[in-house]
Protein backbone atom coordinates (compact mmCIF):
# COMPACT_ATOMS: atom_id res chain seq x y z
CA UNK A 1 0.00 0.00 0.00
CA UNK A 2 2.69 2.39 1.13
CA UNK A 3 4.75 1.92 -2.10
CA UNK A 4 1.82 2.27 -4.07
CA UNK A 5 1.09 5.90 -2.61
CA UNK A 6 4.86 6.82 -3.06
CA UNK A 7 4.70 5.95 -6.76
CA UNK A 8 1.60 8.14 -6.96
CA UNK A 9 3.62 10.93 -5.00
CA UNK A 10 6.51 10.39 -7.44
CA UNK A 11 4.33 10.45 -10.98
CA UNK A 12 2.34 13.78 -9.56
CA UNK A 13 5.94 15.30 -9.15
CA UNK A 14 7.06 14.05 -12.34
CA UNK A 15 3.80 16.14 -13.94
CA UNK A 16 4.61 19.37 -12.48
CA UNK A 17 8.75 18.80 -13.26
CA UNK A 18 6.96 18.89 -16.98
CA UNK A 19 4.69 21.44 -16.13
CA UNK A 20 7.50 23.87 -14.29
CA UNK A 21 9.77 22.71 -17.43
CA UNK A 22 7.62 24.16 -20.40
CA UNK A 23 6.59 27.38 -18.12
CA UNK A 24 10.23 27.99 -17.92
CA UNK A 25 10.79 28.02 -21.24
CA UNK A 26 8.00 29.66 -22.11
CA UNK A 27 9.58 32.17 -19.46
CA UNK A 28 12.70 32.07 -21.63
CA UNK A 29 11.42 32.77 -24.91
CA UNK A 30 9.76 35.77 -23.23
CA UNK A 31 12.69 36.93 -21.96
CA UNK A 32 14.39 36.87 -25.04
CA UNK A 33 11.92 38.90 -26.94
CA UNK A 34 12.06 41.39 -23.98
CA UNK A 35 15.87 41.30 -24.88
CA UNK A 36 15.93 42.17 -28.80
CA UNK A 37 13.07 44.95 -27.91
CA UNK A 38 15.97 46.26 -25.36
CA UNK A 39 18.99 45.90 -27.40
CA UNK A 40 16.97 47.84 -30.55
CA UNK A 41 16.04 50.41 -27.94
CA UNK A 42 19.60 50.87 -26.26
CA UNK A 43 17.75 49.86 -23.23
CA UNK A 44 20.59 47.86 -20.35
CA UNK A 45 19.86 44.26 -19.78
CA UNK A 46 19.46 44.09 -16.53
CA UNK A 47 16.70 46.03 -14.67
CA UNK A 48 17.52 45.80 -11.01
CA UNK A 49 14.59 48.18 -9.88
CA UNK A 50 12.12 45.71 -11.81
CA UNK A 51 13.94 43.01 -10.36
CA UNK A 52 13.14 44.28 -6.99
CA UNK A 53 9.67 44.90 -8.06
CA UNK A 54 9.52 41.46 -9.58
CA UNK A 55 10.89 39.81 -6.18
CA UNK A 56 8.66 41.58 -3.45
CA UNK A 57 5.27 40.77 -5.30
CA UNK A 58 6.36 36.88 -5.42
CA UNK A 59 7.12 37.51 -1.76
CA UNK A 60 3.49 38.77 -0.90
CA UNK A 61 2.02 36.00 -2.59
CA UNK A 62 3.75 33.28 -1.24
CA UNK A 63 1.82 31.06 0.70
CA UNK A 64 3.99 28.87 1.19
CA UNK A 65 5.87 26.04 2.43
CA UNK A 66 8.62 27.92 1.32
CA UNK A 67 9.65 30.74 3.04
CA UNK A 68 9.95 34.17 1.81
CA UNK A 69 14.05 33.39 1.53
CA UNK A 70 14.24 30.32 -0.57
CA UNK A 71 11.31 32.47 -3.02
CA UNK A 72 13.49 34.92 -2.86
CA UNK A 73 16.73 32.66 -3.65
CA UNK A 74 14.75 30.10 -6.22
CA UNK A 75 13.40 33.39 -8.59
CA UNK A 76 16.72 34.77 -8.20
CA UNK A 77 18.52 31.82 -10.26
CA UNK A 78 15.56 32.02 -12.69
CA UNK A 79 16.35 35.80 -12.87
CA UNK A 80 20.23 35.19 -13.47
CA UNK A 81 19.53 32.34 -15.88
CA UNK A 82 17.59 34.55 -18.21
CA UNK A 83 20.00 37.51 -18.08
CA UNK A 84 22.56 35.26 -19.39
CA UNK A 85 20.41 33.83 -22.01
CA UNK A 86 20.11 37.51 -23.19
CA UNK A 87 23.78 37.69 -23.33
CA UNK A 88 24.67 34.32 -24.63
CA UNK A 89 22.12 35.11 -27.69
CA UNK A 90 23.85 38.60 -28.15
CA UNK A 91 27.04 36.76 -28.41
CA UNK A 92 25.81 34.32 -30.83
CA UNK A 93 24.93 37.71 -32.86
CA UNK A 94 28.23 38.64 -33.17
CA UNK A 95 30.29 38.51 -36.75
CA UNK A 96 33.08 38.19 -34.78
CA UNK A 97 31.73 35.34 -32.47
CA UNK A 98 33.80 32.00 -32.26
CA UNK A 99 29.84 31.04 -31.83
CA UNK A 100 28.92 32.59 -35.29
CA UNK A 101 32.13 31.12 -37.44
CA UNK A 102 33.78 28.07 -35.06
CA UNK A 103 36.75 28.35 -37.58
CA UNK A 104 39.66 30.39 -37.12
CA UNK A 105 39.71 33.73 -39.46
CA UNK A 106 43.13 33.30 -41.76
CA UNK A 107 44.46 36.38 -43.20
CA UNK A 108 46.60 35.98 -46.24
CA UNK A 109 49.92 38.06 -47.17
CA UNK A 110 51.47 36.60 -50.10
CA UNK A 111 52.62 33.59 -48.92
CA UNK A 112 52.70 34.61 -45.25
CA UNK A 113 49.17 33.65 -43.78
CA UNK A 114 47.81 34.73 -39.97
CA UNK A 115 45.45 32.76 -38.10
CA UNK A 116 46.74 29.52 -39.36
CA UNK A 117 48.42 28.24 -36.26
CA UNK A 118 51.93 29.32 -37.64
CA UNK A 119 53.21 32.82 -35.51
CA UNK A 120 54.15 36.53 -37.25
CA UNK A 121 55.97 39.25 -36.54
CA UNK A 122 54.87 42.84 -36.68
CA UNK A 123 58.32 45.00 -36.38
CA UNK A 124 59.66 47.85 -37.16
CA UNK A 125 60.49 51.95 -35.93
CA UNK A 126 57.69 53.68 -34.09
CA UNK A 127 57.70 56.85 -36.11
CA UNK A 128 59.16 57.01 -39.92
CA UNK A 129 61.55 59.48 -39.64
CA UNK A 130 63.70 58.91 -42.95
CA UNK A 131 63.87 57.27 -45.68
CA UNK A 132 67.34 55.73 -44.29
CA UNK A 133 66.34 55.09 -40.89
CA UNK A 134 63.39 52.65 -42.43
CA UNK A 135 65.49 51.33 -44.91
CA UNK A 136 68.15 50.36 -42.04
CA UNK A 137 65.36 48.68 -40.26
CA UNK A 138 63.48 46.95 -42.74
CA UNK A 139 66.88 45.39 -43.56
CA UNK A 140 67.31 43.53 -40.19
CA UNK A 141 63.44 42.58 -40.33
CA UNK A 142 64.31 40.66 -43.84
CA UNK A 143 67.50 39.09 -42.53
CA UNK A 144 65.56 37.95 -40.27
CA UNK A 145 62.46 36.66 -42.32
CA UNK A 146 59.84 39.21 -40.67
CA UNK A 147 57.50 40.16 -43.83
CA UNK A 148 55.64 42.60 -41.53
CA UNK A 149 57.07 46.36 -41.45
CA UNK A 150 55.56 48.35 -39.06
CA UNK A 151 55.95 51.97 -38.92
CA UNK A 152 54.05 55.36 -38.20
CA UNK A 153 52.95 58.64 -40.48
CA UNK A 154 50.41 59.56 -38.11
CA UNK A 155 51.42 59.79 -34.50
CA UNK A 156 48.54 60.99 -31.93
CA UNK A 157 50.44 61.97 -29.37
CA UNK A 158 49.51 62.70 -25.83
CA UNK A 159 51.18 66.18 -26.22
CA UNK A 160 50.26 68.35 -29.23
CA UNK A 161 54.01 69.52 -29.12
CA UNK A 162 55.10 65.79 -29.50
CA UNK A 163 56.52 65.07 -33.27
CA UNK A 164 53.42 64.11 -34.65
CA UNK A 165 54.82 62.23 -37.77
CA UNK A 166 55.53 62.76 -41.60
CA UNK A 167 51.67 61.89 -42.98
CA UNK A 168 51.32 61.13 -45.97
CA UNK A 169 55.28 61.43 -46.81
CA UNK A 170 56.00 58.87 -43.97
CA UNK A 171 53.65 56.36 -46.04
CA UNK A 172 55.23 56.78 -49.50
CA UNK A 173 58.65 55.74 -47.65
CA UNK A 174 57.18 52.92 -45.96
CA UNK A 175 55.74 51.88 -49.17
CA UNK A 176 59.06 52.57 -51.14
CA UNK A 177 61.17 50.26 -48.87
CA UNK A 178 58.93 47.10 -48.29
CA UNK A 179 58.75 46.73 -52.45
CA UNK A 180 62.16 47.17 -52.22
CA UNK A 181 62.78 44.69 -49.85
CA UNK A 182 59.45 42.29 -50.81
CA UNK A 183 58.00 43.80 -47.25
CA UNK A 184 54.41 44.23 -46.48
CA UNK A 185 53.02 47.62 -44.54
CA UNK A 186 51.27 48.18 -41.11
CA UNK A 187 50.38 51.77 -40.43
CA UNK A 188 48.22 53.62 -38.45
CA UNK A 189 45.52 55.75 -40.14
CA UNK A 190 43.86 58.43 -37.58
CA UNK A 191 41.16 60.18 -39.57
CA UNK A 192 38.24 58.54 -41.52
CA UNK A 193 38.65 60.89 -44.77
CA UNK A 194 42.51 59.41 -44.95
CA UNK A 195 41.29 55.20 -44.92
CA UNK A 196 40.83 55.58 -48.71
CA UNK A 197 44.11 57.53 -49.61
CA UNK A 198 45.82 54.90 -47.04
CA UNK A 199 45.08 51.80 -49.29
CA UNK A 200 47.64 52.91 -51.52
CA UNK A 201 49.97 52.67 -49.94
CA UNK A 202 49.30 49.77 -46.75
CA UNK A 203 48.99 46.49 -46.41
CA UNK A 204 47.81 46.57 -43.11
CA UNK A 205 45.46 49.68 -41.47
CA UNK A 206 46.92 50.14 -37.79
CA UNK A 207 43.92 51.36 -35.49
CA UNK A 208 45.57 52.66 -32.30
CA UNK A 209 44.65 52.63 -28.96
CA UNK A 210 43.19 55.96 -28.82
CA UNK A 211 41.63 55.23 -31.84
CA UNK A 212 39.54 52.14 -30.90
CA UNK A 213 36.36 53.62 -29.95
CA UNK A 214 36.52 56.41 -33.14
CA UNK A 215 33.30 54.92 -34.72
CA UNK A 216 33.67 57.19 -37.81
CA UNK A 217 36.94 55.73 -38.37
CA UNK A 218 35.87 51.89 -37.54
CA UNK A 219 33.32 52.02 -40.33
CA UNK A 220 35.92 53.53 -42.85
CA UNK A 221 38.04 51.07 -42.19
CA UNK A 222 34.91 48.74 -42.10
CA UNK A 223 34.23 50.06 -46.31
CA UNK A 224 37.27 48.92 -47.21
CA UNK A 225 38.97 45.25 -47.98
CA UNK A 226 42.60 46.31 -46.70
CA UNK A 227 43.16 43.95 -43.61
CA UNK A 228 43.05 45.77 -40.37
CA UNK A 229 45.31 45.66 -37.23
CA UNK A 230 42.66 46.75 -34.46
CA UNK A 231 44.41 47.79 -30.54
CA UNK A 232 42.49 47.47 -27.45
CA UNK A 233 41.52 51.17 -25.96
CA UNK A 234 43.98 51.14 -22.74
CA UNK A 235 40.59 51.61 -20.73
CA UNK A 236 38.60 48.99 -22.75
CA UNK A 237 36.97 45.88 -21.38
CA UNK A 238 37.17 42.78 -24.02
CA UNK A 239 33.35 43.17 -24.82
CA UNK A 240 34.27 46.70 -25.67
CA UNK A 241 37.05 45.45 -27.69
CA UNK A 242 35.12 43.10 -29.82
CA UNK A 243 32.45 45.42 -30.04
CA UNK A 244 34.90 47.68 -31.63
CA UNK A 245 36.17 44.95 -33.97
CA UNK A 246 32.29 44.02 -34.72
CA UNK A 247 32.16 47.88 -36.23
CA UNK A 248 34.69 46.78 -39.03
CA UNK A 249 33.58 43.73 -39.54
CA UNK A 250 29.74 44.69 -39.97
CA UNK A 251 30.34 46.73 -42.86
CA UNK A 252 31.85 43.60 -44.78
CA UNK A 253 36.00 43.85 -44.35
CA UNK A 254 36.30 40.51 -42.34
CA UNK A 255 40.25 40.64 -42.08
CA UNK A 256 40.09 42.29 -39.32
CA UNK A 257 43.32 41.05 -36.38
CA UNK A 258 43.07 41.72 -32.67
CA UNK A 259 46.05 43.43 -30.73
CA UNK A 260 46.18 43.34 -26.92
CA UNK A 261 48.53 46.42 -25.81
CA UNK A 262 48.15 46.77 -22.47
CA UNK A 263 45.92 48.25 -20.05
CA UNK A 264 46.05 51.65 -17.67
CA UNK A 265 46.44 50.57 -14.01
CA UNK A 266 47.99 51.95 -11.19
CA UNK A 267 51.20 50.19 -11.92
CA UNK A 268 54.09 52.53 -12.24
CA UNK A 269 57.04 49.47 -12.95
CA UNK A 270 55.42 49.26 -16.84
CA UNK A 271 54.34 51.94 -19.51
CA UNK A 272 50.48 49.83 -19.11
CA UNK A 273 50.11 46.23 -17.62
CA UNK A 274 49.63 43.68 -20.29
CA UNK A 275 46.65 41.37 -19.64
CA UNK A 276 47.78 38.03 -20.81
CA UNK A 277 44.57 36.50 -19.61
CA UNK A 278 43.08 38.52 -22.78
CA UNK A 279 44.79 36.26 -25.52
CA UNK A 280 43.19 32.76 -24.42
CA UNK A 281 39.84 34.43 -23.53
CA UNK A 282 39.39 36.75 -27.32
CA UNK A 283 40.74 33.50 -28.89
CA UNK A 284 37.89 31.09 -27.10
CA UNK A 285 35.28 34.39 -27.82
CA UNK A 286 36.35 35.04 -31.33
CA UNK A 287 37.48 33.75 -34.65
CA UNK A 288 39.60 36.79 -35.39
CA UNK A 289 43.65 36.39 -35.09
CA UNK A 290 45.41 37.75 -31.64
CA UNK A 291 49.01 39.65 -31.53
CA UNK A 292 50.38 41.27 -28.98
CA UNK A 293 52.01 44.64 -28.91
CA UNK A 294 55.22 43.87 -26.05
CA UNK A 295 56.76 47.30 -26.69
CA UNK A 296 53.66 49.44 -25.89
CA UNK A 297 52.53 46.79 -23.13
CA UNK A 298 55.69 46.98 -20.83
CA UNK A 299 57.22 50.05 -22.30
CA UNK A 300 60.90 48.25 -20.88
CA UNK A 301 63.71 46.61 -23.25
CA UNK A 302 64.63 44.11 -20.00
CA UNK A 303 61.31 42.75 -20.08
CA UNK A 304 60.42 42.07 -23.64
CA UNK A 305 61.67 38.48 -24.66
CA UNK A 306 60.11 36.98 -21.26
CA UNK A 307 56.48 38.60 -22.26
CA UNK A 308 56.84 37.85 -26.20
CA UNK A 309 56.94 34.36 -24.46
CA UNK A 310 53.82 34.52 -22.26
CA UNK A 311 51.88 35.92 -25.48
CA UNK A 312 52.87 32.97 -27.78
CA UNK A 313 52.53 30.28 -24.75
CA UNK A 314 48.70 32.20 -24.25
CA UNK A 315 48.05 31.24 -27.82
CA UNK A 316 48.80 34.64 -29.43
CA UNK A 317 48.75 34.31 -33.43
CA UNK A 318 51.70 37.17 -33.22
CA UNK A 319 53.92 39.26 -31.60
CA UNK A 320 54.91 43.10 -32.27
CA UNK A 321 58.04 44.82 -31.12
CA UNK A 322 59.53 48.32 -32.08
CA UNK A 323 63.22 48.05 -33.63
CA UNK A 324 64.90 51.29 -34.95
CA UNK A 325 68.66 51.64 -35.89
CA UNK A 326 69.52 54.43 -33.22
CA UNK A 327 66.76 54.20 -30.33
CA UNK A 328 68.63 57.01 -28.97
CA UNK A 329 67.79 59.62 -31.18
CA UNK A 330 64.13 58.46 -31.64
CA UNK A 331 61.93 61.12 -32.08
CA UNK A 332 59.01 59.16 -30.17
CA UNK A 333 59.31 56.25 -27.81
CA UNK A 334 62.94 56.39 -27.83
CA UNK A 335 62.91 54.55 -24.39
CA UNK A 336 61.76 51.41 -25.39
CA UNK A 337 62.40 50.43 -28.56
CA UNK A 338 65.53 48.46 -29.24
CA UNK A 339 68.27 48.82 -31.35
CA UNK A 340 68.70 46.01 -34.53
CA UNK A 341 71.27 43.85 -32.37
CA UNK A 342 69.26 43.26 -29.97
CA UNK A 343 65.86 42.72 -32.02
CA UNK A 344 68.26 40.24 -33.52
CA UNK A 345 68.94 38.14 -30.56
CA UNK A 346 65.31 38.63 -29.55
CA UNK A 347 63.67 36.55 -32.57
CA UNK A 348 66.99 34.05 -32.28
CA UNK A 349 65.68 33.76 -28.60
CA UNK A 350 62.15 33.30 -29.21
CA UNK A 351 62.53 30.91 -32.23
CA UNK A 352 64.80 28.96 -30.09
CA UNK A 353 61.70 28.77 -26.95
CA UNK A 354 59.81 25.99 -29.12
CA UNK A 355 57.27 28.86 -28.70
CA UNK A 356 57.66 30.20 -32.89
CA UNK A 357 55.44 28.34 -34.80
CA UNK A 358 56.94 29.08 -38.35
CA UNK A 359 55.17 27.61 -41.61
Same mark, same amino acid.
Given at each position: ???????????????????????????? /???? =? #????????? *???? $?? %??? !???????????????????????????????????????????????????????????????????????????????????????????????????????????????????????????? /???? =? #????????? *???? $?? %??? !?????????????????????????????????????????????????????????????????????????????????????????????????????????????????????????????????????????????????????????????????
Amino acid at each position: MGEHVVEKLRQQLDSLNLQLLELLNKRA /ELVK =E #LGEVKKKSG *VKKF $DP %ERE !TQMLEKLVQKNQGPFDDQTVRYLFKQIFKASLQLQVDDHKKALLVSRKRQAENTVISFGDLKVGNGSTALIAGPCSVESYEQVYEAAKALKRQGVKLLRGGAFKPRTSPYDFQGLGEEGLKILR /EVAD =E #LDLKVVSEI *VTPS $DI %EKA !TEYVDVIQIGARNMQNFELLKAAGNVRTPVLLKRGMSATIEEFLFAAEYIVSRGNTQVMLCERGIRTYEKWTRNTLDISAVPILKNESHLPVFVDVTHATGRRDILLPCAKAALAAGADGVMIEVHPNPAVALSDARQQVDIPTFEEFVAELRSSGLFREE
